[in-house]
């Protein structure tokens, strides 16, 4: 099962951690792992593309693990974009979570 953990403060997200594999199917044919890892990834690219910025991030070149936090000198229109861009993810990621609670669970603290 893959974990996606969201830290707050204030309301806004300052972080997110993904851990673990869905398993939904074969190694390289894994439909919710691909479908989250698009998300994610497309997400962090929106924010380095659109908005400037890049995220901290720490990841297993393994795969199975990506840390990722709003640094902390953010603030502004460019805070508020991203924080969009963050939100447009967790509905993205909730979708997918409605479909396939067995290989994915949000924690949204």
């Given amino acids: 099962m893959i974990t996606v953990n969201i830290t707050r ?7 997110f951690e993904l851990s673990g594999h869905a398993e939904s199917g074969p ?3 894994d ?3 691909a479908a989250v890892s698009s998300v994610v990834f497309g997400m962090e ?3 380095d593309t ?6 901290e991030a720490t990841m297993n070149e ?11 000198q953010i603030s ?4 508020d974009d991203m924080q969009l861009l ?3 993810m967790l509905v993205a990621l909730r979708a997918i979570e409605s479909e396939g609670k067995q290989y994915l669970k949000i924690i949204d603290k």
Avoid: F, M
Avoid at 50 to 55: M, P, T
């Fill in 45 to 47: 690219n929106a924010i």
């Fill in 76 to 79: 502004g229109k460019t805070y």
């Fill in 50 to 55: 659109l908005c400037g910025v890049e995220l």
């Fill in 86 to 88: 963050l939100e447009a």
């Fill in 31 to 33: 439909l919710v792992c």
């Fill in 62 to 72: 393994d795969g199975g693990y990506l840390h990722c936090s709003v640094p902390k």
């Fill in 9 to 15: 403060e204030n309301h806004k997200i300052r972080a």
């Fill in 27 to 29: 190694h390289g044919h």
